[in-house]
């Protein structure tokens, strides 16, 4: 055997490898929600769309099967404007890598501090697993911090990569000048890569419209969920809310909006009845900072196993996600991608933003509408826009009587134990001073 093919069969078993070890994981987390006595019917589906994609290894079967699906553009942030891949006619799929496993392989291609979701996408890139990685005809990535903007170049070793270059100030002209150039640009190439493609399909009037909608619908049901936790006890657990808010990343809009609502239907029976997940009050947990992106769940998960409720999820893969929707006044293609712009940019609390204080008033607003007892402020190693904004954050509870766990962490096993110690204190803390 020569060493080309030498190398190319230890990749394939590299790679079998690593599938194997992403789906044991992942099949570990479905299960316990699958299992569960009081799991809502409605939860089946999303938990089937992330099993799709994570142990059985078959995106395209929730997305239409072989034949049917478009061209599927994968994204590296919630930044980039999904409404636009919609009209062009693609697929949005999110690729922010949380498996450990990945995130051992992607190491060897970032330095040793590096984002831990920067090495986990780098290590499924490379391995093609899941194989969403390597289904993707481009993959998009906005610059919001600099371990994302150099992986961009990493990546592109991979696939076709696209940079959209993101403003880190709002409040200026310039800035809201250039994010609008930005987004003209990608409907451009967007556009050309339809052509490319032999598709018909391309950004109009009329497909934007009907994807600005599309996105609206979602928007609208996943509003609906976020009031569903604000109950006491909270309609669902914050693993549960977390699986279809994950599901979304990976499943069309249309299917996902139709879905959602059926499970908000059941929600709101479910408290018609008083059917309720748990008996007695667990105190309310407001999870901030780095994203908790699945299958690397640690932290929510010891959360809920020491007797907590995550009732909201304030990044960017939680109730920030489909937050906002896009405000139209007139239904010219000019005017609806300048209020894609706004929507994107303006009501955006990423802490990459300089100043961000409309962050502070958000976490305020939150801690209020959901009536937290407690805020566990979670970092990743080497997320240093999350970690720096850890003093103010802590200033505006510290302000409110409200307490703040601070856990660094990243994808790795060993702090499995440690992390559990402390969790369970500041709970126990906290149901201590609701019996007071």
Same mark, same amino acid.
């Given at each position: 055997?020569?060493?080309?093919?030498?190398?190319?069969?230890?990749?394939?078993? %590299?790679?079998?490898?690593?599938?194997?070890?992403?789906?044991?994981?992942?099949?570990?987390?479905?299960?316990?929600?699958?299992?569960?006595?009081?799991?809502?019917? =409605?939860?089946?589906?999303?938990?089937?769309?992330?099993?799709?994609?994570?142990?059985?290894?078959?995106?395209?079967? %929730?997305?239409?099967?072989?034949?049917?699906?478009?061209?599927?553009?994968?994204?590296?942030?919630?930044?980039?404007?999904?409404?636009?891949?919609?009209?062009?006619?693609?697929? *949005?799929?999110?690729?922010? =890598?949380?498996?450990?496993d990945a995130f051992l392989v992607g190491g060897?291609?970032?330095?040793?501090?590096?984002?831990?979701?920067?090495?986990?996408?780098?290590?499924?890139?490379?391995?093609?697993?899941?194989?969403?990685?390597?289904?993707?005809?481009?993959?998009?990535?906005?610059?919001?911090?600099?371990?994302?903007?150099?992986?961009?170049?990493?990546?592109?070793?991979?696939?076709?990569?696209?940079?959209?270059?993101? *403003?880190?100030?709002?409040?200026?002209?310039?800035?809201?000048?250039?994010?609008?150039?930005?987004?003209?640009?990608?409907?451009?190439?967007?556009? +050309?890569? $339809?052509?490319?493609?032999?598709?018909?399909?391309?950004?109009?009037?009329?497909?934007?419209?009907?994807?600005?909608?599309?996105? =609206?619908?979602?928007?609208?049901?996943?509003?609906?969920?976020?009031?569903?936790?604000?109950?006491?006890?909270?309609?669902?657990?914050?693993?549960?809310?977390?699986?279809?808010?994950?599901?979304?990343?990976?499943?069309?809009?249309?299917?996902?909006?139709?879905?959602?609502?059926?499970?908000?239907?059941?929600?709101? +029976?479910?408290?018609?009845?008083?059917?309720?997940?748990?008996?007695?009050?667990?105190?309310?947990?407001?999870?901030?900072?780095?994203?908790?992106?699945? *299958?690397?769940?640690?932290?929510?998960?010891?959360?809920?196993?020491?007797?907590?409720?995550?009732?909201?999820?304030?990044?960017?893969? $939680?109730?920030?996600?489909?937050?906002?929707?896009?405000?139209?006044?007139?239904?010219?293609?000019?005017?609806?991608?300048?209020?894609?712009?706004?929507?994107?940019?303006?009501?955006?609390?990423?802490?990459?933003?300089?100043? +961000?204080?409309?962050?502070?008033?958000?976490?305020?607003?939150?801690?209020?509408?959901?009536?937290?007892? $407690?805020?566990?402020?979670?970092?990743?190693?080497?997320?240093?826009?999350?970690?720096?904004?850890?003093?103010?954050?802590?200033?505006?509870?510290?302000?409110?009587?409200?307490?703040?766990?601070?856990?660094?962490?990243?994808?790795?096993?060993?702090?499995v134990e440690p992390l559990r110690t402390r969790?369970?204190?500041?709970?126990?803390?906290?149901?201590?001073?609701?019996?007071?």
């Amino acid at each position: 055997m020569i060493q080309g093919e030498l190398s190319e069969t230890m990749h394939q078993r %590299h790679s079998e490898h690593l599938k194997r070890k992403i789906a044991a994981n992942a099949s570990r987390l479905l299960d316990a929600v699958r299992q569960s006595p009081v799991r809502p019917k =409605g939860l089946d589906h999303f938990i089937d769309v992330l099993d799709n994609v994570y142990v059985s290894d078959d995106v395209r079967s %929730h997305l239409g099967g072989k034949e049917e699906t478009p061209a599927v553009i994968g994204l590296y942030c919630m930044m980039v404007p999904e409404e636009l891949i919609y009209a062009a006619g693609f697929i *949005p799929l999110r690729l922010c =890598g949380g498996s450990y496993d990945a995130f051992l392989v992607g190491g060897d291609y970032a330095p040793r501090d590096a984002c831990p979701v920067v090495k986990a996408s780098l290590g499924s890139s490379l391995r093609g697993v899941p194989s969403v990685y390597g289904l993707c005809d481009v993959v998009i990535v906005p610059t919001t911090c600099d371990a994302k903007r150099k992986a961009a170049e990493e990546l592109s070793r991979f696939s076709e990569v696209w940079v959209l270059e993101m *403003p880190h100030v709002k409040d200026s002209e310039a800035s809201r000048e250039g994010w609008r150039c930005q987004l003209y640009g990608l409907a451009k190439e967007l556009n +050309n890569l $339809g052509k490319r493609k032999g598709s018909k399909t391309k950004i109009n009037r009329s497909n934007l419209k009907k994807a600005m909608e599309l996105i =609206g619908a979602a928007s609208y049901q996943a509003r609906r969920l976020f009031s569903l936790r604000k109950l006491s006890p909270p309609a669902l657990s914050g693993m549960e809310a977390s699986i279809a808010l994950s599901a979304y990343g990976f499943d069309r809009a249309d299917i996902w909006t139709r879905e959602m609502k059926s499970l908000n239907d059941e929600l709101e +029976n479910r408290q018609g009845e008083r059917v309720s997940r748990c008996l007695q009050r667990r105190p309310r947990l407001l999870l901030a900072g780095s994203p908790s992106i699945f *299958p690397n769940w640690k932290v929510p998960l010891i959360a809920d196993e020491m007797g907590a409720d995550i009732v909201v999820d304030e990044s960017c893969v $939680g109730d920030r996600l489909l937050y906002d929707v896009a405000g139209l006044s007139e239904k010219t293609l000019d005017s609806m991608i300048e209020a894609l712009a706004a929507r994107y940019l303006a009501p955006c609390v990423c802490p990459v933003f300089t100043p +961000n204080d409309d962050r502070l008033y958000r976490l305020i607003e939150l801690a209020g509408e959901f009536a937290i007892d $407690g805020v566990i402020y979670h970092v990743l190693k080497g997320c240093i826009p999350y970690d720096f904004e850890l003093y103010r954050v802590e200033r505006i509870f510290r302000e409110r009587k409200v307490p703040v766990l601070r856990i660094e962490t990243d994808y790795t096993l060993e702090d499995v134990e440690p992390l559990r110690t402390r969790i369970e204190a500041f709970i126990e803390m906290l149901a201590g001073k609701e019996k007071k």
